[in-house]
């Protein structure tokens, strides 16, 4: 939570809380951030209580692969991702494979015979660059050992660059229903300041693409933000998008994360730091232009133009379900025990081929730790948060919330608590305001 709570104009921007895809800066979810948390040690055989294990079923059940491999490295990016020249020798595609089917035999093990899946997500790093035979081996393994249930969704992220007709084609043969492509913006100059490789019309072509080889659920990110970002660059980004007929999109503010390039460009004094004003006019101009075309927010982050079309796999994060992370620096969650992969490729295929859990740490939350993380995710739903969530000064601090725009008079006295416009651009600091 970046930002205290003030009412001037700066105003902080909500998904500085959580990132791309649900993956978020803390851990929270499945997302790889550069730095683990640190925690208790993980058993080797990668047990869990048999409190956790009985929580099994009550929620939707994900996985959650992580692919952490790229072909460059985009200036913004903190999360767990190699290049080749990273890499070297110590681990590849296929050492990274073999360890993935050794995780997911281990996880149906510790789970005892886990519930099948729900929804499963192929993140990164990126996935594409496995190629419709790696992603399609990477499904399989899926199913193998732990299985999809009737219906499940199945994503995968994909940058624009590594796609095809003939990739789309293949993976939605194997049983794929959704792809997430990552645009960042449709102005070229705001690409090269992200050091993303793709041309300005590739990601809508691969939208289109992906749509044709019969994907009825297609989305794409943009970052709004961007050092050089002006608002007609922002305006032609989303005009882009709508022009692709993608059913979802997810926009997020440009974070500046320590230790990346773009944070040493920044310090350099070679380009500005975003502005927290114009983040917020961003998002603002974001929200009407989707709104406009029929796509509603269900997350502060994330608009859909249907309900089948958001995005369950996240939906399941926000709602505190449970989720096996699979892969190097993966995030797992079961029954209120949270544990983490260690990071490097090389490290997490030589403990699995050891017969070892890959995981280097984990913690077990406490009904406070639970109820503070239901706040943090649940405000940020359009479906809004229970009131009985909250202690006696958090109902007080909702009810002046009313009082100061940004909850739902309503939607309160109805019990939930659920955002306003004005809501969402400061969710971060109407948290700190619920957990006194």
């Not at 993935?100 to 886990?114: H, I, M, N, S």
């Not at 199913?143 to 969704?153: K, N, S, V, W, Y």
């Not at 659920?418 to 600091?429: F, M, Q, S």
């Amino acid at each position: 939570m970046a930002s205290a709570w003030h009412g001037s104009r700066t105003r902080s921007i909500a998904n500085r809380m959580v990132g791309r895809d649900g993956q978020s800066a803390g851990g929270i979810v499945a997302g790889m951030p550069s730095a683990l948390p640190v925690a208790d040690k993980a058993p080797a055989d990668g047990s869990l209580p048999d409190a956790a294990l009985r929580e099994l079923g009550a929620r939707p059940f994900g996985v959650y692969v992580h692919v952490p491999f790229c072909a460059v490295r985009c200036g913004y990016c903190d999360f767990n991702t190699y290049t080749p020249g990273e890499l070297g020798s110590s681990a590849s595609p296929a050492t990274w494979l073999d360890g993935l089917r050794r995780e997911l035999a281990l996880a149906a093990e510790v789970l005892g015979g886990p519930p099948a899946a729900d929804t499963v997500f192929v993140g990164g790093g990126t996935p594409s660059l496995l190629g419709a035979d790696g992603l399609g081996a990477v499904l399989d393994a899926v199913r193998a050992h732990i299985g999809l249930a009737p219906g499940a969704e199945v994503t995968t992220e994909a940058n624009p660059e590594s796609t095809s007709a003939a990739l789309f084609a293949g993976i939605r043969a194997t049983g794929y229903t959704r792809v997430s492509l990552g645009m960042q913006s449709a102005a070229a100059h705001v690409l090269a300041v992200l050091d993303r490789r793709h041309t300005a019309g590739r990601p809508v072509a691969a939208a289109r693409e992906a749509l044709a080889a019969g994907f009825d659920h297609v989305s794409l990110d943009l970052i709004y933000g961007t050092p050089g970002e002006r608002p007609a660059d922002l305006r032609a980004s989303l005009d882009a998008v709508l022009d692709a007929g993608v059913d979802h999109v997810s926009a997020y503010a440009l974070i500046v994360e320590d230790g990346t390039a773009l944070a040493r460009r920044i310090g350099r004094g070679e380009v500005p730091a975003p502005d927290d004003d114009v983040l917020a006019d961003s998002y603002e101009t974001v929200d009407l232009a989707l709104r406009s075309a029929g796509l509603r927010w269900y997350e502060v982050s994330n608009w859909a133009s249907s309900a089948q079309a958001r995005c369950r796999h996240n939906l399941g994060y926000w709602r505190g379900g449970h989720w096996w992370g699979a892969g190097p620096g993966a995030h797992s969650h079961v029954g209120g025990v949270r544990w983490w992969n260690v990071k490097h490729p090389a490290s997490y295929s030589a403990a699995l081929a050891a017969g070892r859990s890959p995981a280097a740490g984990r913690e077990t939350l406490t009904a406070e730790d639970r109820r503070t993380e239901r706040v943090l995710l649940e405000i940020r739903l359009a479906e809004g948060l229970p009131v009985d969530v909250l202690d006696e000064a958090g109902r007080v601090e909702a009810a002046n919330a009313v009082a100061d725009g940004l909850l739902v008079d309503q939607a309160l006295a109805g019990g939930r608590c659920v955002l306003t416009d004005r809501g969402r651009l400061l969710a971060d600091a109407l948290v700190r305001r619920l957990l006194p």
